[in-house]
């Protein structure tokens, strides 16, 4: 009686091979979309702001933004979320003139006397180009105030890099101040479908390396 023998091995190599192959791809595909759907979410900052604070804090950016978190900061105000409202500004404009006198008037037309009058200016060097720059500027106001719990406003996009910023740099006393993040809708960017206009993009790649050196 003959037997004979058939070696399947080599048959089942390659589709095991084939099997690996197509769960690779499946896995690459999941986290491409993951990161499409999620990823402009990287840069917002997850922090939720206390329902009061001693000060909410405008930070420095392009006109249409500051007028965003100014109305914003003052909205707080209104609602007695915030005791005073801190605008962070030039020390001089580009024309030696002072910006504060220039900017109650306008806040006061716009918002009030009364809130206009609960809202202080922090001034910094005209020269101040970064967060890190503006953050230290800002700590000798906030410090000079007693404030022990403030809420910075800013762009969304800029959320998580301005805290992480702002926590490493304000000093570390005895009574150390709370900091959390507000970001704000900018013109310049939107965390869903980031990837589909080329403006989101390009403020997502710059946001990114900025936040990836900011961690490092």
Known sequence: MGYTFI????????REKSYWKLWLVGIFAVLTICFFHWG?????????????VDAAVVLQGSIASEKARTAAAML??????????????PRESYWD????????PYLERKYGTELAGRVDFCNTEPDVT??????RAL?????????KNIALL??????????MIWKKTLPKGDTPVYVSVEGLPDPDYQPRGWWRQRLYLETWLKESAKLTWASL
Request: some cysteine; aromatic content about 4%; hydrophobic content about 30%.
């Open 76 to 89: 707080l105000l209104q609602r007695g979320s915030a005791n005073r409202v801190a605008i962070s500004v």
């Open 97 to 104: 003139e002072e910006i504060p006198p220039i900017a109650r």
């Open 40 to 52: 402009g979410y990287l840069l917002v900052v997850g922090d939720s702001v206390p329902e009061h």
């Open 7 to 14: 070696n399947i091995s080599k048959h089942e190599e390659p």
């Open 139 to 147: 700590s000798t106001c906030i410090e000079e105030h007693g404030w």
């Open 154 to 163: 800013t762009s969304n996009y800029q959320s998580r890099r301005v805290g």
């Open 130 to 135: 970064s967060t890190q720059q503006e953050a």
